[in-house]
């Protein structure tokens, strides 16, 4: 299993260090800048989104005792694309602050409205998921709603936006990002005891000395700042933390101390491979990434529902 | 010696009364098994006891502190928990589930390893550590669940019937155990319907009657007129037998005339 794991991490790291030779081959002055302005930023924030979704995903199906639970199936990504969309239809000044200010509040409202009915007493697992559903669902409604609202230069910024794409010049990204995302991932890595603790069960959990309380406020809390952060800044991206724990799982066994961090790294490099595919699909032309993992997710989502019922 | 005690505690949900004004010392050394019908708020005991729900009435003491004042850390160096259900049957390795019951120290992976390897070796599943809870049987998933309990070292242990799922040689194989336990100074609270494997506990074990959320009776295993308290708890007659040195305390069959008393 650890020989698993180590080789899991090193494929991954191999695999998206790899990612930026992906596209056209590169030649001189040009081709430096291509590399080091485009490729090398677009791989890096790539990575950081993709870690972050995946790890989360990871927390959330160990925090809501359910397989198919991640930040886009309870209603994160949803909140904080609601809260993003708002400051963008409505044109909100401020640029990158309140459009975060605005993901975060709104994957901070869904990911407890969610949490609230899970932790409701009967819960199963598929009422988790219909909660999820039922913000995403509100949540694409009330967005439409808000586009129609909107003047058109916002409308085209909207819609855009929301369809979840990488590209980006420079570094700016990775210096936005990698200060909101990476200490949360060293909150969710750090509670990966307490985690695992509590995937027995809730209330042995705390009878062995589990704070549950603060373990939930603090997945949360770190999950919706982090999906927050990648939503403003990429769109939402759906799907990575859905499909990425699993595949991990699969290979290195259900112990989060291996699961959290290969998540992460996988999840990395999930999302580089899917943006490389989207950049390489039809030449001269991009698909947005979030296109990809949607169609890459949903088929996934539906092989897990099956096992799911014939477990 | 230390005590884990109930103090006057009352439980209610809504308009039901789940647990009623009792009081219970539980010391270190000693054996208490609580007996009682469906629905008598046995486990709503064991939970009041562990801080998992809380009380309408009362105090949960641990010496003289209240329960309620420790960390959740510190509530588990005192108390430890056998849930009713053993751990399911999941494709957690079995050495993994005993591994979390040691969440309360502070302690290096490998340290923890072979603290759960120990503690399984004493359930009689040494073999078995690497194998994933889907792979065993109810019973060794029980054994694996017992296990846990003894890993989280606590002082006192509160389990919830402990022999569900066993065959008879292993349910008198664990409560042999729990009995060798009381030699290093832990406490046992145990709900059971069968008081007949106390027997199998060297010390001499205490016998608390719950019915209706109120305590009835605390009686030793020995107590002449326990046969008479267990037929009035549960509503049927119950004969005692003689067996050797034990004596085992059955409800009798149907049209069964006499018995003693």
């Given at each position: 299993m650890t020989r698993r794991?180590?080789?899991?991490?090193?494929?991954?790291?191999?695999?998206?260090?790899?990612?930026?030779?992906?596209?056209?081959?590169?030649?001189?002055?040009?081709?430096?800048?291509i590399l080091w302005q485009l490729r090398v930023p677009r791989v890096l924030v790539g990575g950081l989104v993709g870690g972050t979704l995946a790890l989360t995903g990871a927390a959330f199906q160990t925090l809501f005792a359910n397989p198919l639970a991640s930040e886009s199936t309870v209603g994160t990504t949803a909140g904080a694309t609601l809260g993003a969309l708002t400051a963008l239809a409505l044109d909100l000044p401020g640029g990158?602050?309140?459009?975060?200010?605005?993901?975060?509040?709104?994957?901070?409202?869904?990911?407890?409205?969610?949490?609230?009915?899970?932790?409701?007493?009967?819960?199963?697992?598929?009422?988790?998921?219909?909660a999820g559903i039922t913000v995403t669902v509100a949540t694409g409604a009330l967005s439409v709603g808000l586009q129609y609202v909107s003047d058109s230069r916002a409308l085209v910024a909207a819609a855009r936006w929301s369809l979840g794409q990488l590209p980006q010049v420079g570094y700016e990204g990775v210096l936005v990002l990698a200060p909101l995302v990476v200490p949360a991932w060293l909150v969710l890595l750090a509670l990966g005891r307490a985690l695992q603790t509590f995937a027995f069960g809730e209330e042995l959990s705390a009878s062995r000395g589990v704070n549950v309380s603060r373990l939930r406020t603090l997945v949360l809390a770190a999950s919706s700042l982090s999906v927050a952060a990648c939503v403003a800044w990429c769109?939402?991206?759906?799907?990575?933390?859905?499909?990425?724990p699993h595949v991990v799982r699969r290979s290195v066994g259900p112990a989060l101390g291996r699961v959290l961090p290969l998540s992460l790294v996988t999840g990395a490099t999930f999302l580089v491979l899917c943006d490389g595919l989207a950049r390489s699909v039809s030449p001269g032309r991009e698909l947005p990434v979030g296109v990809v993992t949607a169609a890459l997710g949903a088929p996934a989502l539906v092989l897990l529902l099956f096992r799911a019922r014939k477990a | 010696m230390k005590s884990l005690a109930l103090e006057g505690v009352s439980v209610r949900v809504g308009a039901r009364t789940l647990l009623d004004d009792v009081s219970l010392e539980l010391r270190t050394g000693e054996f208490l098994a609580l007996v009682g019908p469906n629905g008598a708020g046995k486990t709503t005991l064991l939970r009041a006891l562990l801080g998992l729900i809380p009380t309408t009435a009362g105090r949960v003491l641990v010496g003289t502190e209240p329960l309620s004042a420790l960390t959740a850390r510190a509530r588990a160096a005192e108390v430890a928990w056998l849930p009713q259900q053993p751990p399911p049957a999941e494709p957690v390795p079995a050495r993994e589930a005993v591994m979390a019951a040691r969440y309360r120290f502070d302690e290096t992976r490998a340290v923890t390893r072979r603290a759960a390897e120990h503690a399984l070796e004493r359930v009689g599943l040494a073999g078995r550590a690497a194998a994933p809870l889907s792979e065993l049987s109810g019973g060794e998933r029980q054994r694996v669940a017992v296990a846990a309990l003894l890993a989280q070292e606590a002082r006192?242990?509160?389990?919830?019937?402990?022999?569900?799922?066993?065959?008879?040689?292993?349910?008198?194989?664990?409560?042999?155990?729990l009995g060798r336990l009381l030699e290093s100074d832990v406490g046992i609270l145990c709900i059971t319907h069968d008081v007949n494997l106390l027997n199998h506990v060297r010390a001499a074990p205490r016998v608390a009657g719950l019915r209706g959320g109120k305590l009835g009776f605390t009686l030793e295993l020995g107590a002449p007129e326990l046969p008479e308290r267990l037929s009035e708890l549960f509503g049927v007659r119950m004969l005692a037998l003689r067996a050797g040195s034990s004596r085992l305390?059955?409800?009798?069959?149907p049209d069964t005339p006499g018995g003693e008393p």
């Amino acid at each position: 299993m650890t020989r698993r794991a180590l080789l899991l991490a090193g494929t991954s790291l191999a695999l998206m260090a790899l990612a930026v030779l992906v596209g056209p081959r590169l030649e001189g002055a040009e081709g430096a800048f291509i590399l080091w302005q485009l490729r090398v930023p677009r791989v890096l924030v790539g990575g950081l989104v993709g870690g972050t979704l995946a790890l989360t995903g990871a927390a959330f199906q160990t925090l809501f005792a359910n397989p198919l639970a991640s930040e886009s199936t309870v209603g994160t990504t949803a909140g904080a694309t609601l809260g993003a969309l708002t400051a963008l239809a409505l044109d909100l000044p401020g640029g990158f602050p309140v459009l975060f200010g605005c993901a975060c509040l709104g994957a901070a409202l869904t990911s407890l409205s969610v949490m609230l009915v899970a932790r409701s007493g009967r819960a199963a697992m598929s009422d988790v998921l219909l909660a999820g559903i039922t913000v995403t669902v509100a949540t694409g409604a009330l967005s439409v709603g808000l586009q129609y609202v909107s003047d058109s230069r916002a409308l085209v910024a909207a819609a855009r936006w929301s369809l979840g794409q990488l590209p980006q010049v420079g570094y700016e990204g990775v210096l936005v990002l990698a200060p909101l995302v990476v200490p949360a991932w060293l909150v969710l890595l750090a509670l990966g005891r307490a985690l695992q603790t509590f995937a027995f069960g809730e209330e042995l959990s705390a009878s062995r000395g589990v704070n549950v309380s603060r373990l939930r406020t603090l997945v949360l809390a770190a999950s919706s700042l982090s999906v927050a952060a990648c939503v403003a800044w990429c769109g939402p991206i759906a799907f990575v933390g859905l499909i990425v724990p699993h595949v991990v799982r699969r290979s290195v066994g259900p112990a989060l101390g291996r699961v959290l961090p290969l998540s992460l790294v996988t999840g990395a490099t999930f999302l580089v491979l899917c943006d490389g595919l989207a950049r390489s699909v039809s030449p001269g032309r991009e698909l947005p990434v979030g296109v990809v993992t949607a169609a890459l997710g949903a088929p996934a989502l539906v092989l897990l529902l099956f096992r799911a019922r014939k477990a | 010696m230390k005590s884990l005690a109930l103090e006057g505690v009352s439980v209610r949900v809504g308009a039901r009364t789940l647990l009623d004004d009792v009081s219970l010392e539980l010391r270190t050394g000693e054996f208490l098994a609580l007996v009682g019908p469906n629905g008598a708020g046995k486990t709503t005991l064991l939970r009041a006891l562990l801080g998992l729900i809380p009380t309408t009435a009362g105090r949960v003491l641990v010496g003289t502190e209240p329960l309620s004042a420790l960390t959740a850390r510190a509530r588990a160096a005192e108390v430890a928990w056998l849930p009713q259900q053993p751990p399911p049957a999941e494709p957690v390795p079995a050495r993994e589930a005993v591994m979390a019951a040691r969440y309360r120290f502070d302690e290096t992976r490998a340290v923890t390893r072979r603290a759960a390897e120990h503690a399984l070796e004493r359930v009689g599943l040494a073999g078995r550590a690497a194998a994933p809870l889907s792979e065993l049987s109810g019973g060794e998933r029980q054994r694996v669940a017992v296990a846990a309990l003894l890993a989280q070292e606590a002082r006192f242990l509160l389990l919830d019937e402990p022999a569900n799922h066993l065959d008879p040689a292993q349910q008198g194989e664990t409560y042999a155990l729990l009995g060798r336990l009381l030699e290093s100074d832990v406490g046992i609270l145990c709900i059971t319907h069968d008081v007949n494997l106390l027997n199998h506990v060297r010390a001499a074990p205490r016998v608390a009657g719950l019915r209706g959320g109120k305590l009835g009776f605390t009686l030793e295993l020995g107590a002449p007129e326990l046969p008479e308290r267990l037929s009035e708890l549960f509503g049927v007659r119950m004969l005692a037998l003689r067996a050797g040195s034990s004596r085992l305390i059955v409800p009798a069959p149907p049209d069964t005339p006499g018995g003693e008393p």
